[in-house]
């Protein structure tokens, strides 16, 4: 009688046991719940809540965030300072648009913030990149700005070296001219002397010393 109690209760506890649905997890990461009809055997599956917010906090690091809203915060900072804050409160509103983290943003904008993220969205070897190109092209600018100077004030130097070599070249020109003409007065004077005619032929006169003047006429002077 004993054994056939305890056969009836076993078999009570197996029909209990088939009668429920079988529930299993499985999927990636176990993230889903499998029930199986005890019946039908039909199986159907359904994300566990839980399971879900814990692997989708899991698989978004810290430094994924830091570095979306840093890029985001980037992109701000080209705006004017008077369309930041409208611009921020966007962001804020539509993080599926934007792809940023809005539970790790200040609620309102806050200057400082921007200015401090807004290069924590790069690697540190971007951000030096970009702020060498930066520099380069002011030194760049500035290089091209003084030898742009450097060429004008030449070109005034050349400028002015060659009116005054022209100018002199002038004079020079002008004191030859004199001296030749200086030169014929005296071969003039030297052939109307070796003439040995007299006052009355139209040649020198003896009683008279003949000598070209500064200004290259002939002047002459009664003998003592």
Do not use: C, W
Not at 132 to 150: F, S
């Amino acid at each position: 009688m004993a054994r056939a109690g305890q056969n009836v209760l076993g078999l009570e506890e197996s029909l209990r046991t088939s009668s429920k649905a079988g529930r299993e997890f499985g999927g990636p990461d176990d993230a889903f719940e499998i029930i199986t009809d005890p019946v039908t055997g039909e199986r159907s599956v359904q994300p566990v809540p839980a399971f879900q917010e814990y692997l989708e906090a899991k698989r978004v690091k810290q430094k994924d965030v830091a570095d979306i809203n840093g890029r985001a915060m980037f992109a701000l900072q080209q705006l004017p300072e008077d369309q930041r804050p409208a611009a921020y409160e966007q962001m804020r509103q539509n993080p599926e648009h934007f792809g940023v983290d809005p539970t790790k943003m200040p609620e309102a904008y806050d200057p400082n913030y921007a200015a401090v993220t807004s290069g924590m969205g790069m690697t540190v070897s971007q951000a030096l990149t970009r702020q060498q190109a930066k520099d380069n092209a002011a030194a760049l600018q500035d290089y091209r700005q003084d030898v742009q100077a450097d060429r004008t004030a030449r070109t005034g130097i050349y400028r002015d070296r060659s009116i005054a070599t022209t100018a002199q070249g002038a004079q020079r020109i002008a004191q030859g001219d004199a001296r030749i003409a200086q030169g014929a007065q005296r071969l003039a004077i030297s052939k109307t002397k070796g003439s040995g005619g007299g006052s009355s032929r139209g040649g020198l006169d003896n009683r008279y010393e003949y000598r070209i003047g500064p200004n290259g006429q002939v002047q002459k002077r009664l003998k003592k």
